[in-house]
């Protein structure tokens, strides 16, 4: 059996830098038109000149036959100027604003201590129609982490969107049948990310026979009728629902450590993973709106013309691929993946 989709795109990758870049974009490339690239590099990308210069070095790291975008996006800091939004804005490669809490995750050190710091910048968010991208989780360690993005609901994603009305936000890479609910209940303007990790695994994934570090992401994976609430909101055909895979590579030696990364390898089979979610689901009917419309259609770009063909095919993950000096274990190492994407 074979699929064809219009050229899906990716609104939520981290690419990394240097040899890591190097060892990664390729993947995304080979099947994403376009990409939103998550500015949390180290230093992080914060103001349009730095994501100026890393844009140049993706696709200076991008093979020669390569016709992918990178759509860039800026860190928000508690001192973000301004001023920066509307620079942002005019470059046309920014393509967004992106919002870590302080410490929620990797690399988010320099992230917003209280979100009410930079309400001068989401004013001129709204006023210059820049989305904000939101990692959905408070950091109060009293709060237990399976609880954290029901909790930031709660406590700020709701504040913010009652008092910037126009700001288009995403919420990313949602976790929980509250965040569903939430993007549901919210008018056009608030759209979400879906991983290929949290539509086909559950918390036990974590466990299974001992700990999996590779398993290991943020948000954490959540309960099964989490992950059910999300395969509903995916293959529903709501466009305030799409594809981003979250991407997020780290060294093996970093992932299996006594203290490892949050962050799972998927861009090696980044449109075949929602192929089988959408297959199990027996709505393979909606994988094109969620792959190759909705994203478009939110940040305003036009869909691709072009497409891709999947094939019901099944072939084995390699066990690492390179990664500068270390190794990278991708999502589903050494087994099987149901869907293969043919060559152009
Ligand atoms: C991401 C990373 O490694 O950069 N990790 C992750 O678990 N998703 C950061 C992020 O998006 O939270
Ligand atoms: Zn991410």
């Given at each position: 059996?074979?699929?064809?989709?219009?050229?899906?795109d990716d609104w939520h990758l981290h690419l990394r830098d240097g040899v890591s870049l190097n060892a990664v974009v390729a993947h995304t490339?080979?099947?994403?038109?376009?990409?939103?690239?998550?500015?949390?590099?180290?230093?992080?990308?914060?103001?349009?000149?730095?994501?100026?210069?890393?844009?140049?070095?993706?696709?200076?790291?991008?093979?020669?036959?390569?016709?992918?975008?990178?759509?860039?996006?800026?860190?928000?800091?508690?001192?973000?100027?301004?001023?920066?939004?509307?620079?942002?804005?005019?470059?046309?490669?920014?393509?967004?604003?992106?919002?870590?809490?302080?410490?929620?995750?990797?690399?988010?050190?320099?992230?917003?201590?209280?979100?009410?710091?930079?309400?001068?910048?989401?004013?001129?968010?709204?006023?210059?129609?820049?989305?904000?991208?939101?990692?959905?989780?408070?950091?109060?360690?009293?709060?237990?982490?399976?609880?954290?993005?029901?909790?930031?609901?709660?406590?700020?994603?709701?504040?913010?969107?009652?008092?910037?009305?126009?700001?288009?936000?995403?919420?990313?890479?949602?976790?929980?049948?509250?965040?569903?609910?939430?993007?549901?209940?919210?008018?056009?303007?608030?759209?979400?990310?879906?991983?290929?990790?949290?539509?086909?695994?559950?918390?036990?994934?974590?466990?299974?026979?001992?700990?999996?570090?590779?398993?290991?992401?943020?948000?954490?994976?959540?309960?099964?009728?989490?992950?059910?609430?999300?395969?509903?909101?995916?293959?529903?055909?709501?466009?305030?629902?799409?594809?981003?895979?979250?991407?997020?590579?780290?060294?093996?030696?970093?992932?299996?450590?006594?203290?490892?990364?949050?962050?799972i390898y998927s861009a090696h089979a980044g449109i075949e993973l929602y192929a089988e979610v959408f297959e199990q689901a027996g709505r393979?009917?909606?994988?094109?709106?969620?792959?190759?419309?909705?994203?478009?259609?939110?940040?305003?770009?036009?869909?691709?013309?072009?497409?891709?063909?999947?094939?019901?095919?099944?072939?084995?993950?390699?066990?690492?691929?390179?990664?500068?000096?270390?190794?990278?274990?991708?999502?589903?190492?050494?087994?099987?993946?149901?869907?293969?994407?043919?060559?152009?």
């Open positions: 059996m074979k699929i064809s989709l219009l050229r899906p490339a080979e099947r994403f038109g376009r990409a939103i690239v998550m500015p949390n590099l180290k230093p992080p990308v914060t103001t349009t000149e730095l994501a100026r210069e890393y844009r140049a070095r993706i696709l200076a790291a991008l093979p020669a036959s390569a016709r992918f975008e990178p759509l860039m996006s800026l860190y928000l800091t508690d001192h973000t100027a301004p001023t920066e939004v509307a620079r942002a804005k005019q470059s046309g490669f920014v393509h967004a604003i992106k919002y870590y809490p302080a410490g929620a995750t990797t690399h988010a050190d320099a992230g917003v201590s209280a979100l009410d710091k930079t309400f001068a910048v989401l004013a001129a968010m709204e006023e210059q129609d820049l989305p904000l991208l939101v990692h959905g989780e408070v950091t109060d360690s009293q709060v237990d982490v399976f609880d954290r993005e029901a909790v930031f609901i709660d406590r700020v994603l709701s504040d913010v969107t009652r008092r910037f009305p126009a700001l288009r936000v995403v919420f990313e890479h949602i976790t929980t049948k509250e965040a569903v609910d939430f993007v549901k209940s919210q008018p056009a303007t608030i759209a979400a990310t879906l991983t290929p990790q949290h539509l086909l695994l559950d918390r036990n994934a974590l466990f299974e026979g001992g700990i999996r570090p590779h398993h290991y992401c943020l948000p954490i994976l959540k309960r099964a009728h989490h992950r059910e609430a999300l395969i509903d909101a995916a293959i529903s055909g709501n466009p305030k629902f799409f594809l981003g895979t979250d991407s997020a590579p780290h060294a093996k030696h970093s992932k299996e450590a006594a203290c490892g990364c949050a962050g393979l009917d909606q994988l094109e709106g969620f792959a190759s419309h909705h994203g478009a259609d939110f940040y305003r770009l036009p869909r691709h013309t072009d497409r891709i063909t999947l094939s019901k095919d099944p072939w084995t993950v390699p066990t690492h691929y390179a990664f500068g000096d270390d190794r990278l274990i991708p999502f589903r190492a050494g087994s099987t993946v149901a869907w293969r994407l043919c060559s152009p």
